[in-house]
């Protein structure tokens, strides 16, 4: 497969909550070594349309793709459910989720947190494992906190050991939902140059951001989404400095202010 062909693709995807339409049709691709950031206010669709890409969420209508593989459905409207939790269950572990929250397990180590999902999931060798999530820990620069418990870390360390954890996986692609937003500044910014090294490796990965400077340092492309649709969309450069639509040129302003 080559890096143009989508890891992801998202074709008029409806999702709604009751009679609440959360998402009106958009359609996304993120191709292969590309990193796509979605923004937009709150309440926009964002981190929905990240859920849905992961089935965490199940959509009304539209199709989802994952490496050119359609999701199989039963049911239609709200009753619509992936048909195959197989499937289901594999495109998930290609597709590793970082939360806003940090979601580690309190009750395990730094290390048995990046290895739980592998080796239990995935039923992958402990010792291969535990070689890999040092590995990755070190690579978001908490290698020497493999032993210690999530509640002595700070905020961005525990977001790093989440990234570390969503690393261990070795996913087709990363999703980020907010992966900044709970942290203080300075933290933020030890969680921004860890998704800025990644991005320079070439990885797949969907952002869902309020940090425009993330959002334009790191994007192949970026999306504004606007009350469930996509009102603009493309390359951050024409995005961020030329917008063209009278909403995009507001919400960047009110996030400038």
Request: net charge negative; hydrophobic share 40%; aromatic share 4%.
């Amino acid at each position: 497969m080559s890096t143009a062909d989508p890891v992801i693709e998202i074709r008029g995807l409806h999702k709604a909550y009751g009679s609440l339409e959360v998402l009106k049709g958009v359609s996304l691709t993120a191709p292969r070594g590309h990193v796509v950031s979605l923004i937009g206010s709150s309440g926009s669709g964002k981190s929905t349309l990240l859920r849905c890409a992961n089935l965490l969420e199940d959509s009304q209508e539209g199709e989802i793709l994952f490496e050119g593989e359609a999701v199989h459905w039963k049911g239609k409207g709200l009753n619509r459910h992936p048909a195959d939790r197989a499937q289901v269950t594999r495109i998930r572990t290609n597709l590793s989720m970082v939360f806003q929250q940090f979601n580690l397990w309190s009750h395990m180590t730094v290390l048995q947190n990046v290895m739980e999902a592998p080796v239990t999931v995935m039923k992958r060798d402990p010792a291969e494992v535990e070689a890999k999530a040092r590995e990755y820990l070190a690579k978001v620069g908490i290698g020497d906190k493999c032993e210690v418990w999530p509640a002595q870390l700070s905020g961005g360390q525990q977001q790093r050991a989440a990234i570390a954890r969503a690393l261990c996986m070795e996913p087709r692609a990363l999703l980020f939902d907010e992966p900044t937003s709970a942290l203080d500044p300075e933290l933020e910014q030890e969680v921004i140059r860890v998704i800025k090294a990644l991005a320079q490796e070439g990885r797949t990965m969907i952002i869902v951001t309020h940090d425009m400077g993330l959002a334009r340092d790191v994007s192949d492309h970026v999306v504004f989404l606007h009350q469930g649709r996509i009102e603009e969309e493309g390359a951050p450069d024409d995005l961020f400095d030329r917008p063209k639509s009278a909403r995009l040129q507001q919400f960047l302003s009110a996030v400038a202010a």
